[in-house]
């Protein structure tokens, strides 16, 4: 079984970065589509950005369009989000997700089109 294990969150002001990653244990995640999402306290988990593993490209929520920025490594075998000029409405828990769906569709924009969960990690930015 693959498990997803972030890391890369902390503290940052805004107007900075962070890059987070996204490890995969127990299995190769070359054949999932990956993505982050995010919940912040008090609200649901969003989605953030997705790349799927069909190689058809990238997509973002419109709040990170142009800041953030998702990849992947699969000799590394595992996938980033570069967040640079954050703000503090940023301030979430970060989660990566896999799932099997290979082309982008609406439905990779929310939580049922993945089957694989990472902890989570903090990121505060404050302001």
């Known amino acids: 079984q693959v498990q997803l294990i972030e890391s890369g969150g902390g503290l940052v002001q805004a107007g900075g970065s962070l890059r987070l990653s996204c490890a995969a244990s127990?299995?190769?995640?070359?054949?999932?589509?990956m993505a982050w999402f995010r919940q912040a306290p008090g609200k649901e988990r969003e989605f953030v950005a997705v790349l799927p593993w069909s190689g058809s490209g990238t997509y973002y929520t419109d709040s990170v369009k142009g800041r953030f920025a998702i990849s992947r490594d699969n000799a590394k075998n595992t996938v980033y989000l570069e967040m640079n000029s954050l703000e503090p409405e940023d301030t979430a828990v970060y989660y990566c997700a896999a799932g099997n769906r290979p082309l982008f569709t609406v439905t990779m924009t929310t939580e049922k089109a993945y089957e694989l969960w990472g902890q989570g990690t903090q990121v505060t930015v404050s302001s």
């Open positions: 127990g299995g190769t995640l070359s054949m999932y589509s």
